[in-house]
């Protein structure tokens, strides 16, 4: 008969600071985050005061430099802070990564005097970023965006529409990516745009299967004045940008969505071992065992898969095509492992009493953010047999 449950991760972590960092993020997600997640998920509830916790305790600037208010943190261990937060709720751990990637445009493309300004308020002032790429008619296919920035001298106007913006409506700042050029890739700008600032509105949240505490929502720019002083980075150089903070975002993606399966595996352990049938914890049948079995070795394969490309990425090697496989596979990961943890739970995994069927409503979003999981695939193929023929 059994009687396990539930176990620590086991990490591999750097340095003693950074065992010291996971320590106190646990005991962080167990004192604020996880008593009140189901209930707050159920009432859609945004935990704002959560992200000025997190921003006040280094939290919301982890893998960026020092001497602007980061924490120096490499992306080894930034990334398995996520997978606590997401464990706990996927809304803050996701948040955090979006935010995360919102500040990369200026972290790495600003000008100095840029970074001096804004980044201490982004990183460590209590602030909150969102990141507007897609657009209601330009998602997969990002570079057709629409949006327009209009150059009058030293400002610019901004004119259009995002949409499938996290944080939408309740974020600081936004880095916006526009149309300063002709078609295609090469004519896109980086902005950044105060949340407060004259003509930019938006619209009621989405209303999603999951995740309801974290607003989703399209932006409109309706002559939105931006000083050219808040341009990121050349004209005509918002694309590359754009991809750049995509390929480290995935990242953060694949470790949310670990987090996500971790809880859920955490679940069924919990569960299956509690509940007894036919004289005996139901943890105790083989069928059961064997998908139990599959789940930890998914969440374990792809902990080490985004492990890896952070490693390559923290020793500034290219890690565009590990990221993109990441990203692929742990949230089909999530997706599957999140699945079985409601049949494991059966009846009661069907039920808002537990949290399996949160997860596996969360999973899913993951799959879709951030490129979807068929354009993983293409960015796959075409680092390993070239552009498609046109």
């Known amino acids: ?5 539930p176990q620590p991760v086991e990490r591999q972590l750097p340095t003693e600071e950074s065992r010291d960092l996971l320590a106190l993020v646990r005991d962080l997600v167990q004192r604020e985050i996880e008593p009140a997640a189901a209930e707050e998920e159920e009432a ?3 935990p704002r005061e959560v992200f000025r916790l997190l ?3 280094g939290l919301l600037a982890l893998p960026y430099a020092e001497e602007f208010g980061g924490g120096d943190q490499p992306y080894e261990v930034y990334l398995q802070v996520l997978e606590e937060l997401a464990a706990a709720r996927l809304t803050v ?3 955090v990564s979006v935010h995360t990637l919102a500040c990369h445009a200026l972290a790495g493309f600003g000008s100095k005097e840029q970074q001096a300004e804004h980044l201490p308020g982004m990183l460590g002032g209590g602030l909150l970023g969102a990141y507007c790429l897609s657009e209601p008619s330009s998602g997969s296919d990002a570079a057709s ?10 400002t610019w106007t901004l004119e259009g529409t995002k949409a499938w913006i996290t944080h939408g409506g309740v974020a600081d700042f936004y880095t916006v990516l526009a149309r300063t050029g002709g078609e295609g890739a090469h004519g896109i700008t980086a902005f950044l745009v105060p949340g407060d600032a004259p003509g930019l509105s938006a619209a009621p949240p989405e209303r999603k299967m999951g995740m309801k505490g974290s607003p989703t929502a399209q932006l409109h720019f309706d002559g939105v004045r931006v000083p050219d002083a808040r341009r990121i980075g050349e004209e005509g150089q918002g694309f590359t940008i754009a991809l750049s903070a995509l390929d480290s975002g995935r990242l953060g993606i694949a470790a949310c969505a670990v987090g996500v399966a971790q809880a859920a595996l955490d679940e069924a352990l919990a569960f299956t071992a509690g509940r007894r049938q036919f004289g005996r914890p139901i943890a105790d049948f083989q069928g059961l065992r064997f998908m139990l079995a599959d789940m930890a070795t998914q969440i374990e394969a792809g902990r080490a898969l985004y492990l890896a490309a952070a490693r390559l ?3 500034g090697l290219p890690f565009s095509r590990q990221a993109a496989m990441a990203k692929l596979f742990c949230t089909d990961a ?3 492992v999140t699945i079985d943890a409601v049949q494991l739970l059966g009846g009661y995994g069907y039920t808002a009493d537990f949290p399996a069927e949160r997860y596996m409503r969360e999973a899913k979003v993951l799959q879709i953010v951030e490129g979807t999981n068929q354009i993983q695939r293409m960015v796959i193929a075409r680092h390993l047999a070239g552009p498609e023929s046109r």
Do not use: E, K, N, P
């Open 55 to 57: 921003s006040a305790s």
């Open 44 to 46: 859609g509830r945004f």
């Open 1 to 5: 008969m059994t009687d396990h449950g």
């Open 334 to 336: 999530a997706m599957r």
């Open 145 to 154: 965006l629409r949006t327009r920035a209009t150059r009058d001298g030293d």
């Open 313 to 315: 990425r923290d020793a």
């Open 93 to 95: 751990g996701l948040g």
